[in-house]
């Protein structure tokens, strides 16, 4: 498998294909299934897992290419894992700072001590759509939930995450140290390894 130089990923967002290709570098392109449609798949799983792999599944089969694709969220532990696998449409599909804004309210009341969370990301690469044997890779990013937004960087929940053992939220890293250090960086590390890149 690591002798391959193209893949798909499984997702139209620019953030993501931007992080991905970054860690995976020179060595592999990485396109977006958004060259070969628009169309997104219902996601059906009721696990990061299940849903990594459906994505993968649709973008190899719509692309002809080996597909990676990343599901990835946030797990509060005061919410009980919660928004976890509904985490891009946590406040119904209305994007990212309406997802932030509920997030903060819902945890209003609750204390810095039970504030903790953990980013986490599933990979899933299928070498076709009928892959029997998709590679799966796991990585978590723990920390807390902030009481308000600070960064500038990332997207998504990065600018209410402090990540454990940082001063500042994910959103005022560095683009490269956050590519180095995240869940998605984490589960990254494990492909590589796998594929030998």
């Known amino acids: 498998m690591s002798d391959f130089t193209e893949l798909v990923l499984a997702s139209h967002n620019a953030g993501k294909l931007k992080e991905l290709q970054a860690m995976l570098g020179d060595r592999v392109r990485v396109r977006s299934v958004g060259e070969f449609s628009q169309v997104e798949p219902e996601e059906t799983g009721l696990s990061f897992v ?3 792999i459906l994505k993968a599944r649709n973008a190899a ?5 080996p597909a990676l694709a990343d599901d990835s ?3 509060v532990d005061a919410l009980g894992g919660a ?8 406040a119904d599909g209305q994007g990212d700072a309406a997802n932030n804004a509920k997030l903060l309210d819902t945890l209003r009341d609750v204390p810095d ?8 990301c599933v990979l899933a690469l299928v070498r076709h759509a009928d892959d029997p044997l998709p590679i799966l890779c796991e990585g978590l990013w723990p920390g807390r939930i902030l009481h308000a937004a600070q960064g500038e960087h990332g997207f998504g929940y990065d600018p209410l995450f402090q990540p454990d053992g940082e001063a500042v939220s994910a ?14 960086a984490r589960a990254m590390a494990q492909l590589k390894q796998r594929l030998q890149l």
């Open 83 to 90: 928004p976890g696998i509904y985490s891009a449409r946590y």
């Open 171 to 184: 959103a005022e890293l560095a683009p490269a140290e956050k590519n180095q250090r995240s869940h998605r």
């Open 113 to 120: 001590a039970e504030r903790t969370a953990q980013f986490v």
């Open 61 to 65: 089969r719509l692309s002809g290419l």
């Open 50 to 52: 299940e849903n990594a």
């Open 73 to 75: 969220g946030l797990a």
